[in-house]
């Protein structure tokens, strides 16, 4: 079953706001990977999270690996219309990855 | 750049039938994953593989078989469609790390009907 919480389960952006999601688990990760999937395509890496806490930016995007190795989030600054899609978080322990159910970011019209 | 292709983007089936989903990788990755999206439940591993031949299974193996014969194809076979196995089906694969597998590298998805 679903091990990750992922938090929130959707949420309205207008264009120029910061965002903000995470993830939380009762169990520690060893690797916290943030993915983004767009309409009818697959989910593609946006950053990977390999210490616990690391701090790692790409872009407008900056994700952190939580100090107890069971949480992650996610904050996109200055948000744009192509941010819209679904981003997931995923956790990696043992041989494989866990992924939370997704959050949706929508735009406000 | 990693790619991974699925065979379909669309696929309608009829109850009963036998469905092939067919994946390629095409960067020599050792690593090659199945997993199902369903609205609000995320990616469930079906199966997965390490090597040529190799295969473990998931979360949700029942109703799936895999084949792996060649190390850049993956296959997914449900044995028996069920109107229950309506999904998004992605592929992915990758290396192995020095933490073993993490970054995953995902097709653009089959999306199967079973009617």
């Known amino acids: 079953g679903q091990q990750l919480n992922q938090s929130p389960q959707s949420m309205f952006i207008q264009e120029g706001e910061d965002v903000s999601m995470n993830c939380t688990s009762s169990s520690i990760f060893n690797t916290w990977l943030w993915y983004k999937q767009d309409p009818g395509e697959g989910p593609v890496l946006l950053i990977a999270?390999?210490?616990?806490?690391e701090l790692t930016s790409n872009g407008r995007l900056t994700a952190q690996f939580g100090i107890t190795r069971k949480d992650s989030f996610l904050n996109i600054s200055a948000s744009i219309p192509s941010d819209v899609g679904i981003y997931f978080c995923?956790?990696?322990?043992?041989?494989?990855?866990?992924f939370g159910a997704g959050t949706i970011l929508r735009v406000k019209s | 750049d990693v790619k991974v292709t699925q065979s379909s983007r669309y696929l309608v089936k009829r109850t009963g039938e036998k469905v092939f989903l067919e994946c390629v990788q095409d960067m020599d990755h050792e690593n090659m994953f199945w997993y199902r999206q369903d609205p609000g439940l995320g990616l469930r591993l079906i199966y997965f593989?390490?090597?040529?031949?190799m295969k473990e299974k998931g979360d949700i193996p029942e109703g799936y078989s895999v084949s792996r014969e060649k190390k850049e194809r993956f296959s997914l076979i449900l044995e028996s469609a069920s109107t229950n196995q309506t999904s998004m089906y992605l592929c992915a694969s990758s290396l192995w790390g020095s933490g073993g597998i993490y970054e995953q590298y995902f097709g653009p998805g089959t999306r199967l009907t079973v009617t």
């Open positions: 999270l390999y210490k616990a806490g």
């Open positions: 995923a956790g990696h322990r043992g041989n494989k990855l866990v």
């Open positions: 593989s390490y090597d040529v031949k």
